[in-house]
């Protein structure tokens, strides 16, 4: 009778931590995912973390973390992770009573893009490892991997021209509010730039010097057609590279810049289309942006994207199209949207290069990636 | 000790210990069936070193497992099976020993000449293989046999922890073994805690069996003949015999009445003795966790860094507890008191019960409530760190009383 009861009270134990694991298994149990940085840049490795938290006198014996991530974004052990359409990654924790445990995972920007991880799912056991239990948490982290620098001998080509062209153009506009330094006055001066604390100082006139801004903006136009092939997606990332490569270099020269292009930013869902970016602060800002835009099948026409230009008041403006296309209607399309100005067409290339006639009011660069 | 698992073909200590188990809940069928055909032949009590020498078989079936796995060439193992037969007569003393061992053999040989990949009946506990046991139990219950009913009982328990110690650790080692390729999984802390619940239950189940099966009197009856002259209809009478006490009471003191009408039954004691225990156990573990509290630190486990919440964590937690913690029947604060009339306000506006989740401004828009004084109390005695005085609260109660 006694051994029976003893199993009676051993299966009742049982019974309540089942009981108890089925009622407080996620309580206090918590998973985050996390990107550490907020952006890399193409072919450098970061890493992301996660943290589990159990906050309860139950030990959690087992616990599963499992996420999607863009297979852009490579594991560097890739050992925890299956890749298909996504990078499916599994980890395993055993947590102990109030405990925290942080993992930190290593990855590879394989290639530019936006990521975001919105979930993660919990895969927890009991005591025993005799039941699961499923659950998924909301996460909210984000990523950028910005486009890769084209290096710098391959860049100045197109930048020292368009430089050429923007220099040869330009109207200098002294600014007030960018003090550059002192000089001795010269007949001709305005009286308003004679610096007169430090002409008392000197014993001598000294007049202010001020930085210059440069009227004319460049509108760098990117086309994203074509997905799916080798070919297209490699010079689609090449012509993403230069277009954001020299769009820092022109801001970096204090040339205010304007970005449109075909391709749909991942993040509205629309073509990407910046008005007017200047100053080298916005650098960061603008390697996100590129690092957002998509390359699709069937987009519309790099065409359709070319600004109006008359009664606009910029018709000064110097348009740079950075587009694999290799066509002779786009180029021609393109030399009657400038008219009577000058522009510049950059084609990025690998082993084919079509014959052309080169129109004269566009200056072609051609970049063999 | 790596080499000796390699040469054992186990993989790790839990994988041995597992064989161990695999191989010991073969003995102790063994045992007890050998122990009840002695007393068959025999026709009297069984005893101890008898049963004991039935347990011996466990090495005969530890040899022929390894035979049928080592041994390369068949006639190799056929050499082996003699031996090994010839080694079970020996330990058991009988050629029944030599047939068993025979038995055994034919069969890992027959699961080694199929190539099975599954473990045989051998190498496996089931919790189905306890009704095993009950054919000695009902034998002794029905022969009067007390030391073989005690034998069959302590069987059976040691049969069912050992059934508990390798089901546990085989799941541990299952879960391992699926994900044995997967890249920094925390198997020292996986085996700690899975191991060590295990190792508690296998503990407590066995200081609660243990001492009541072989405390057992081994005294429960059934009394065949009488089924027999009742016929087919009757059932069996089972008598329960009062274990004899220590002292004995005399006579004279008993008076007259010397059965009392009520009895607490044994199991009633057993059951607080087991409380006990389990208090006791309890406050061990409690203990023992207050001491490790004191120590416990950071550390690095491979890529993981691991730390126990501190006391600000548990603050910080038991803060956001309290705040979104719902009113106390018992709390009388102005804050509870301004919680309770929006409550009241908000639950007799709504048509529908109010979402956990909705703020203030949504309860309100919800109910068709535009109380702005109600609005800003409710917002300062929830959110506030100051939260209501007193007369903000009587102030609410007064206009609401007018």
């Known amino acids: 009778m006694t051994v029976f009861v003893v199993l009676l009270i051993l299966f009742l134990l049982y019974l309540v931590q089942a009981f108890l694991y089925d009622r407080l298994w996620n309580r206090g149990l918590s998973a985050g995912v996390a990107f550490r940085e907020e952006y890399r840049t193409e072919e450098e490795t970061s890493t992301l973390t996660e943290v589990i938290v159990n906050d309860k006198l139950l030990p959690m014996p087992v616990v599963e973390i499992d996420f999607h991530m863009d297979k852009r974004l490579q594991f560097s052990d890739g050992q925890n992770s299956s890749v298909s359409d996504r990078s499916y990654r599994r980890d395993v924790f055993a947590l102990s009573v109030r405990q925290k445990i942080t993992r930190t995972l290593e990855f590879k920007c394989v290639r530019r893009g936006y990521f975001r991880i919105d979930e993660a799912g919990i895969n927890a056991s009991n005591l025993f490892l005799t039941k699961r239990y499923l659950t998924r948490n909301a996460q909210n982290t984000e990523f950028y991997v910005l486009p890769k620098p084209v290096p710098t001998g391959q860049i100045m080509i197109p930048f020292s021209r368009i430089m050429g062209s923007v220099l040869s153009r330009k109207k200098v506009y002294d600014d007030p509010f960018e003090f550059a330094g002192l000089r001795e006055y010269s007949r001709g001066d305005p009286m308003k730039y004679i610096n007169w604390k430090a002409t008392a100082r000197e014993g001598k006139l000294l007049t202010n010097i001020h930085e210059s801004t440069l009227s004319q903006k460049v509108v760098v136009l990117l086309d994203m057609e074509g997905l799916g092939v080798q070919q297209a997606d490699v010079l689609n990332e090449a012509a993403v590279r230069i277009a954001c490569s020299l769009c820092e270099k022109l801001l970096s020269a204090g040339v205010e810049i304007g970005v449109r292009s075909n391709g749909p930013d991942v993040l509205t869902g629309k073509p990407l289309r910046l008005e007017t970016v200047s100053g080298a602060g916005s650098s960061l800002f603008l390697r996100k942006k590129f690092a957002c835009v998509q390359a699709q099948n069937d987009l519309t026409p790099i065409a359709s994207f070319f600004p109006v230009r008359e009664g606009s008041g910029r018709e000064d403006d110097l348009y740079v199209l950075v587009s694999r296309n290799q066509s002779e209607a786009l180029a021609e399309t393109f030399s009657s949207f400038v008219g009577k100005g000058q522009a510049v067409q950059i084609i990025p290339y690998r082993e084919e290069r079509k014959p052309r006639e080169i129109p004269q009011n566009v200056d072609t660069i051609w970049m063999d990636v | ?402």
């Open chain 2, 1 to 402: 000790m790596k080499k000796v698992y390699e040469w054992l073909d186990a993989g790790n200590g839990r994988v041995l210990l597992m064989r161990f188990l695999s191989r010991f809940h073969c003995a102790l069928i063994t045992a007890i069936a050998y122990a009840m055909v002695m007393n068959i032949i025999q026709g009297e009590g069984v005893e101890l070193a008898v049963y004991c020498r039935g347990l011996l078989f466990f090495v005969p079936i530890l040899l022929s497992f390894y035979a049928a796995k080592k041994l390369p060439a068949l006639w190799q193992f056929l050499l082996a099976s003699l031996m090994i037969s010839g080694i079970s007569w020996l330990l058991t003393g009988t050629v029944a020993g030599f047939i068993a061992g025979a038995v055994l053999c034919f069969f890992r040989g027959r699961s080694r000449l199929s190539e099975e990949k599954e473990e045989s009946a051998f190498d496996v506990p089931h919790l189905a293989v306890l009704l095993v046991f009950l054919v000695p139990f009902l034998y002794s219950a029905g022969t009067g046999q007390t030391a073989l009913q005690k034998l069959s009982v302590f069987s059976a328990a040691l049969y069912l922890l050992l059934f508990l110690a390798y089901s546990g650790i085989g799941r541990v080692e299952e879960y391992l073994e699926l994900n044995r390729g997967m890249h920094g999984l925390p198997v020292r802390r996986i085996v700690r805690t899975a191991g060590i619940a295990v190792a508690a239950l296998v503990l407590l189940a066995g200081a609660l069996l243990l001492p009541a099966s072989v405390l057992s009197t081994g005294s429960f009856r059934v009394d065949f003949s009488r089924l027999n002259h009742m016929g087919a209809a009757a059932q069996p009478e089972t008598v329960m015999e009062e274990q004899p006490s220590g002292f004995e009471i005399p006579e004279e003191l008993l008076g007259e009445e010397r059965e009392p009408w009520f009895q607490i039954p044994p199991f009633v004691s057993y059951l607080f003795y087991a409380l006990a225990v389990g208090g006791i156990a309890a406050l061990i573990l409690y203990g023992i966790y207050q001491i490790f509290k004191n120590f416990r630190s950071s550390y690095t486990d491979n890529r993981d860094v691991v730390q126990f919440l501190g006391n600000q964590e548990e603050e910080e937690r038991l803060e956001g507890e309290r705040r979104h913690r719902k009113i106390s029947a018992l709390d009388f604060s102005p804050n509870a008191a301004i919680r309770r009339r929006y409550r009241k306000t908000i639950l007799r506006g709504s048509k529908e019960k109010p979402e956990d989740w909705a703020a203030p401004a949504e309860l309100e828009a919800g109910a068709g409530i535009a109380d702005e004084t109600l609005h800003q109390l409710y917002e300062k005695a929830r959110y506030s760190l100051e939260g209501c005085t007193p007369e903000e609260s009587r102030a609410l109660k007064s206009r609401g009383s007018r």
